[in-house]
C-alpha cells in the first residue's frame, strides 16, 4: 500500500499570503496524484489532478507541482473561503488518501 | 452535469450488511466513468472503498475486499454498495463518486452517515 504523508497537520495563514501543503508518498505515484478541498458537511472537492492539472473552475491561485514521490499545492493570495482541509490521493496504485492539512485563515 | 445521490439505511446492526445506493442522474452510467464509493469516519480522513464500471469490471482496496460488493444497475442508470459482517469502525459518512478513467474522482455526493451500533 502507497502510504501518503501531508504536512503541516495544521497551518494557519493570514489573507493575501501564500499556504505551501506538502504531499509525500512512500513510493513512487509518477505524477498521478490529485488534491481535494473539504469544508465542513461538505464533500470534498476536486482541485488538482495529475499532480498540476487544474480541475475545472478552479481559480488559478491554486497550483501544484511535484513528482514521484515529494508534491506541494500552494495557494497564493489566500481568501477566507480558503479555510478547508486539504487532502491528497495518490492513484498510481490503487488509490489511498493521506491524512489532511487542515488549513486556517487568521 | 451529472450529479450523484446516495440512499439507504442510516443505521446497521453489528455482523450486518450495509447496503447503499447511488442514483446518477444527467448521465449515463454508461458514459466511460468509473463509479466509485469512499468513506469517511466522523472527524477523520478519506478511505477508498472500491470503483465499478457500467461493464461490471470492479476493483476494490484490499483491506476491505473480502467484505465488499459493487454492482451496477444500468437499467435504472445506479450503482451498489455492499459492505458485510460490519462492526463499528464502519461507522462512517459514505460517498458515491465519478471517477475519471486514471483513477481521481472528478465529483461526489454529498453523502450519507451510517452508523453501526445494535
Known amino acids: 500500500e502507497v502510504v501518503l504523508t501531508q504536512s503541516p497537520a495544521t497551518l494557519s495563514v493570514s489573507p493575501g499570503e501564500r499556504a505551501t501543503l506538502s504531499c509525500r508518498a512512500s513510493?513512487?505515484?509518477?505524477?498521478?496524484l490529485a488534491w481535494y478541498q473539504q469544508k465542513p458537511g461538505q464533500a470534498p472537492r476536486l482541485l488538482i489532478s495529475g499532480a498540476s492539472t487544474r480541475a475545472t473552475g478552479i481559480p488559478a491561485r491554486f497550483s501544484g507541482s511535484g513528482s514521484g514521490t515529494e508534491f506541494t499545492l500552494t495557494i497564493s493570495s489566500l481568501q477566507s473561503e480558503d479555510s478547508a482541509v486539504y487532502y491528497c490521493?495518490?492513484?498510481?496504485?490503487?488509490?489511498?488518501f493521506g491524512q489532511g492539512t487542515k488549513l486556517e485563515i487568521k | 452535469q451529472v450529479q450523484l445521490q446516495e440512499s439507504g439505511p442510516g443505521l446497521v446492526k453489528p455482523s450486518g450488511t450495509l447496503s447503499l445506493t447511488c442514483a446518477v442522474s444527467g448521465g449515463s452510467i454508461s458514459n466511460g466513468n468509473w463509479w466509485g464509493w469512499v468513506r469517511q469516519p466522523p472527524g477523520k480522513g478519506l478511505e477508498w472503498i472500491g470503483e465499478?464500471?457500467?461493464?461490471?469490471?470492479?476493483n476494490y482496496n484490499p483491506s476491505l475486499a473480502s467484505r465488499v460488493t459493487i454492482s451496477v444497475d444500468k437499467s435504472k442508470n445506479q450503482f451498489s454498495l455492499k459492505l458485510s459482517s460490519v462492526t463499528a469502525t464502519d461507522t462512517a459518512v459514505y460517498y458515491c463518486?465519478?471517477?475519471?478513467?486514471?483513477?481521481?474522482?472528478?465529483?461526489w455526493g454529498q453523502g450519507t452517515l451510517v452508523t453501526v451500533s445494535s
Open positions: 513510493q513512487s505515484v509518477s505524477i498521478n
Open positions: 463518486a465519478r471517477e475519471s478513467s486514471e483513477g481521481y474522482t472528478y465529483s
Open positions: 490521493q495518490q492513484y498510481n496504485n490503487w488509490r489511498t
Open positions: 465499478i464500471y457500467h461493464t461490471g469490471s470492479s
